[in-house]
């Protein structure tokens, strides 16, 4: 547990900002996580049932008390079943953002979108190939109707599969018929999970976990992928581009916006109106120099990754970075936003906007945005960031900007390598390149802010291992000054010879929670072309500072893709050694990967590397031992 006495952050900014914010007598959540404690042992190990009102229910984990809930369910039970809870709940909201998307999609082919248009034709084809919608003599936006009515069908019930698990290799796809757990529908299997898991219907913990790896598959390869392919469709394909994050990224002199959450819809529509004349004109008039948009968390990444715009932070810098008093605006959407915030911006003279009808807050300011006002609301509101700029009082911007690049979509690193993987397996098959891995997920004030981002980040590049990011992690390695093409000086020997020769840094930021997919899609294409399946390949996931229910989900449908994931911190499954087994030995003789938790950085460093070498000499590569 982090000492609550030390920096509560890594980072130069986010200790400058707290002490601001301690010094101004504000509240965040590192006082509301100490109030907390000791917070409760039964819910920690996965042991309290509230899903029945016979409970609420708690079985005692020495044995003395109660075994068993009111109805009759042991700690397997509860466990397996709290565990399958967490997952469903993290597919349905990824998988219900990539549902917004495709209800844009829909809204643009029937012109009801005004603002937002087709982007990537050329993606929108290879998409509607793979939905097998005929493209041959039809209008883009035709095209675009028909694939976003294939996509729904994704939503419901199919006969056999969700349509993009296509793209996993034959292996893969086979092994999960085997296994039954090939994801039928996106809806459909986190409806199934809920049912399942109501009073009285699955009681098997074993049969529990399989519909949790089915569910989280509907994700990985169902909504989530959807989320990032029609978003691509509708605001362009990432490409590499500079940009700079921490609080630094605020500008004193210019009117300051911050777009927070995980939908680009409405960040896409902010961004344009940021850009436009009229309103720039009106800053100019208020005495600002510009309008300067940042981001945060994921709504953060997909601006970035598409436009270079500016990082202010991730989620734990998400109450601080309203401590500088210089954002004039904060604009919402859903997941990850804290109900703190207004409390925090009611400080300053900050103005909270909600945007979505699904997601209100206390404090808050609501203007809904939908596909057929985005538009006009981004105006209005932006308008409104701009009025309010004369307001400001003291303020407080720490540290200068950190250069970074993002923007590594499958694309831009296949582009970047030649058009094909073969130079990246080249490397891998001399041992220049060991592996690689993926480092996801949040921030957790469990944990000192980015700490063990940074050092598990660092610890892989150091030993040759090419490190791929997203979400808050992404956010962290960039502060950390790891996205630079000039940080390949810390990678090993082989990786700086190739980051060097490529112009690219040693972590590559593939941008959002959603965008986790394309880690999928780029393990694909090289298993794929070594001919094996994800399993056999010297990779691994990691998510050192994870918190929330979509992180589950992540972690869950990368082990049943073949991915074996490190989590930082243990989740809430300790109360039962069956579930515990499963999940970190068992599941390697069912989908060739496990879970494997290690709260210390440096140990996790040693724990993935050995288990990448044990991969590369399975394959009959060299390995090395490592200490
Ligand atoms: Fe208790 Fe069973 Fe109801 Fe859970 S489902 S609250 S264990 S009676
Ligand atoms: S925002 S899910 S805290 S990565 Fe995607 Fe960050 Fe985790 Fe939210």
Redesign the pocket.
Known sequence: MFDPKANVSVTEDGNRLYARARQENIETVWERHQAQQPQCGFCDMGLSCRICIMGPCRIDPFGEGPQTGVCGADADIVVARNLCRMIAAGAASHSDHGRDLVEVLAKVARGQAPGYKIRDEAKLKRLAAEYGVAVEGKEVLQIAGALADAMMEDYGMRRKAVQLVDRAPKKRRELWEKVGITPRGIDRETSEMMHRTHMGVDNGWVSLLLQGMRNALSDGWGGSMIATEVSDILFGVPTPRATQVNAGVLKADQVNIAVHG?NPVVSEMISKACMSKELLDLAKQKGAQGINLVGL??TG?EVLMRRGIAMAG??LMTELILTTGAVDMMIVDY??IMPSLAKVAACYHTKMISTSDKAHFPGMEHHEFHPHNAEEKAMAVVRAAVENFSKRRDVYIPGKPQAAVGGFSVEAILGALGGTAAPLLDAVKAGRIRGAVGI????NPKIQHDQNHRVLTRRLIENDILVVD????AVANAKAGFKVPEAAELAGPGLKAICQALKIPPVLHMG??VDNVRILVLLSALADALGVDISDLPVAGSAPE???E??VTIGVYFVASGVTTHLGPMPPIAGSMNVVNLLTQGLNDVVGATFAVEPDPEKAALFIRRHIEAKRKALGLDAREVM
Not at 440 to 443: D, I
Not at 470 to 473: F, L, M, N, Q, S
């Open positions: 995980h968390c994921c990444n991730n989620h997941q990850c996801v997920g949040c921030n997203t979400g808050c992690v959002s929670c994870w918190y929330s979509k992180a």
